[in-house]
């Protein structure tokens, strides 16, 4: 790489960085915008303190950071499972905190979410379980017909339609979970920690299949602690520490160089 280039790709990082130690208005057109978020479960801990960004549409994002450092606590925030003690969260222009509490199913359903922990209807076969999404969000017989047996050709699920759950193995489970979470077409997809339970090769199948909804036009969020998969994708990548962010960076690996790091740890100081 050119060094002028390097330059450049440091100094936007920086910027990045730079950009998280204050609150700054949400940006226009940003699928999801945090803007000084914090969130206390009590009075002496912060599990975010102040952070801001934006993702654009199209982006396919990975939140990193070690154990502790807040990332399921900002995507609970993003389902509204969880409100926020301070800031402003906005997805796709829309302030969250303005949804009453009967409203938000209805926001949940423009949105795909994935856990880890699967979360399938143990006593519905798999093709029942992605129609049940369809369902719930009004879909008629047609559409589940036209529409299930697309999203599961596009998941490698075409010979376990009338599977249950306990019949897959861990990595078609979650492949499961994703059909269900994406059968809608939602144009954010948030994914906490989708390959935590799977072996190294599934991982990479479960994220070649994130991939590939993410090329279809949907915006990808997934908090993770999987080094070889952020490696391997080398997207942007927003790394928390305690609460904060200290790197925002495109086509970054898991770990960040160490300049970054460095810079990292005089902004943390800097910032008290
Ligand atoms: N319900 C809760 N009540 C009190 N403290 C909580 C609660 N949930 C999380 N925390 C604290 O908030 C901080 C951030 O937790 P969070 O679960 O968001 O981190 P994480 O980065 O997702 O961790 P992991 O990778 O282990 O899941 C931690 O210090 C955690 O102990």
Known sequence: MAATERHLRRRRSREGAHRTAAPHPPATGAVISFSGVEKRYSATDSALDGISFDIFPGEFVFLVGHSGSGKSTAMKLLIKELE?????????????????????????????????????????TVYENVAYALQVTGGGRREIRDKVPDILR?????????????????????????????????????????????????????????????????????????VSMVDKMRRRVIELSEGRIVRDEQSAAYAAAESTREFAIRMRSAQG
């Open 84 to 124: 926020p003690t301070a800031g402003e969260i906005r997805v796709a222009g829309r302030d969250l905190q303005k949804i009453p509490r009967p409203r938000v199913p209805y926001y949940r359903r423009n949105l795909g979410v994935i856990f880890q922990d699967y979360k399938l209807l143990p006593n519905r």
């Open 154 to 226: 596009l998941t490698g699920l075409s010979t376990k339609l009338h599977n249950y759950p306990d019949q897959l193995s861990g990595g078609e489970q979650q492949r499961v979970a994703i059909a269900r979470a994406f059968v809608n077409h939602p144009p954010l997809l948030i994914a906490d920690e989708p390959t935590g339970n799977l072996d190294p090769e599934t991982s990479i199948g479960i994220m070649q299949l994130l991939y590939r909804i993410n090329q279809t036009g949907t915006t990808v969020l997934v908090a993770t602690h999987d």
